[in-house]
């Protein structure tokens, strides 16, 4: 996992005027949290930050009054209408330190010869991993499966140092029968109107 280096400056205006005017010079209102300590209220540069957020579990490294933390992101809000970014709060971490996260689950390979559809029962899977070291997705073979198959949280394959964050026995995918539609009594009877 690549690290994200950004410039971050603390903030000491708060409320909704502040923030629109934080947003106004195409910045973004943040907060970082944990470790026990206080939170700190930060701004960040919005389109780098924007860019950032594209990966999937990304590790930031903020350059704030000259120190370097490392943070993950753990809430983000967004416009609903425009998509710009609104405020994102960032948890503190450490090198070697552990931290829960999603990672999403990707399917490959063919499903058996049939009518069958795959229902992602969890799209994300929730996993322990060193926060350096976040891996960005899992990917499950589905190859041959058909319906009445699933596979298990314990049957996807993780990388090293990634422990399951939920049972083991969980369903994170499973294959069903795809059924066909059945006819409607409208339909049938325009059809019938039709013939006649």
Do not use: C
Request: hydrophobic share 40%.
């Amino acid at each position: 996992m690549a690290e994200v280096k950004l410039a971050a400056e603390t903030r000491t205006e708060f409320g909704k005027g502040a923030a629109r005017r934080i947003r106004r010079e195409s910045k973004v209102p943040g907060v970082l949290y944990g470790h026990g300590g206080e939170p700190v209220h930060v701004t960040l540069p919005g389109h780098d930050l924007l860019l950032a957020l594209r990966t999937p579990n990304v590790l930031l490294a903020l350059e704030i009054d000259g120190k370097k933390q490392l943070a993950i992101p753990k809430a983000v809000q967004r416009d609903a209408i425009k998509g710009f970014l609104e405020h994102v709060d960032l948890l503190l971490v450490r090198s070697g330190e552990k931290v829960n996260v999603e990672i999403y689950v990707h399917t490959e390979g063919d499903l058996a010869p049939g009518a069958y559809l795959v229902e992602h029962v969890l799209n994300a899977l929730p996993v322990e991993a060193e926060a350096t070291h976040i891996p960005e997705s899992v990917t499950v073979s589905i190859e041959g499966l058909a319906a009445g198959d699933s596979i298990l949280a314990k049957d996807v394959p993780l990388p090293e140092g990634t422990t399951l964050g939920i049972d083991e026995d969980a369903v994170v995918l499973q294959v069903l029968s795809a059924q066909a539609e059945e006819p409607t009594e409208e339909g049938e009877g325009v059809t019938e109107a039709a013939e006649a």
